[in-house]
């Protein structure tokens, strides 16, 4: 066994769909803390809600993102076998990603018209592009390095490979349009993560399961591995 170089081997995915899971479930939280409704005497809670709908309307375009992100995480790494240090990295790159986005959600919230929220979008924009970036990254890794379960698809792999790749277009696109009509930037990436809520693939990963589950990771293979959960 390496241990040193890119392909030296870092074991099974569980440690780093754990890591993974604990990274996402904290940035996702940290959204909300930029959520405040402040009602002024004489204000009715109607009004102070109303005030405070940017910052509910960024709330929800982010939560929706790096929820989807989670699940498709999960999906995506029911399918990998192993990983090796080159793998660790590009999801090192992703999980920076996620956590830098609450970030750009409030700047969002609090600047909503003229040349700062152009600034606002376009960072949002860059911030799923490059968590797009990553997800490419992370499944052309594993799957040109033989990191992936035996007798996948190729199916399978050619979905995933023109999905991913498509997702990043739709984010570079998406975030292209903060200097058109900023908000429309939270439109078509709140519509491009819904393009990925059923996971990488509407296809079967396995052209058939395999008959017995890999060592240490029960209950992977199973015929409607699709993967979708």
């Known amino acids: 066994m390496r241990w ?10 569980r440690r780093l769909e ?35 709908l940017p910052e509910i309307v960024a709330y929800s375009a982010s939560f929706l993102q790096i929820g989807i992100m989670w699940a498709n995480h999960h999906s995506l790494f029911r399918v990998v076998d192993r990983v090796d240090q080159l793998l660790l990295l590009a999801n090192l790159l992703l999980l920076g990603c ?12 609090e600047h909503t018209t003229g040349a700062d929220a152009r600034t606002a979008m376009l960072l949002y924009g860059a911030t799923l592009t490059g968590c797009s970036v990553a997800f490419n990254l992370i499944w052309r890794l ?3 390095r ?6 996948i698809s190729r199916q399978f792999l050619r979905d995933v490979d023109i ?28 519509l491009l993560a819904l393009a990925f809520l059923l996971g990488p693939s509407p296809r079967p990963a396995f052209t ?19 993967p979708d959960g």
Not at 146 to 151: E, R, S, V, Y
């Open 98 to 109: 996620v956590s830098f986005l609450p970030l750009p959600t409030r700047l969002v919230a």
């Open 146 to 151: 033989g990191l992936l379960l035996d007798g």
């Open 142 to 144: 594993a799957a040109r």
């Open 208 to 226: 058939q399961p395999p008959a017995q589950p890999p060592a240490g990771r029960p209950g992977v293979p199973d015929a409607r591995l699709n």
């Open 18 to 52: 754990a890591f993974s899971d604990g990274v996402l479930a904290i940035a996702i939280t940290l959204l909300i803390l930029d959520v405040h409704v402040e009602q002024v005497p004489g204000e009715s809670l109607a009004e102070a809600l109303a005030h405070a």
């Open 4 to 13: 040193w170089g890119g392909d030296a081997e870092r074991g099974d995915a």
């Open 163 to 190: 999905r991913y790749l498509a997702g990043f277009v739709g984010y570079l696109a998406a975030t292209a349009l903060a200097l058109v009509a900023p908000w429309l930037t939270v439109a078509l990436t709140a």
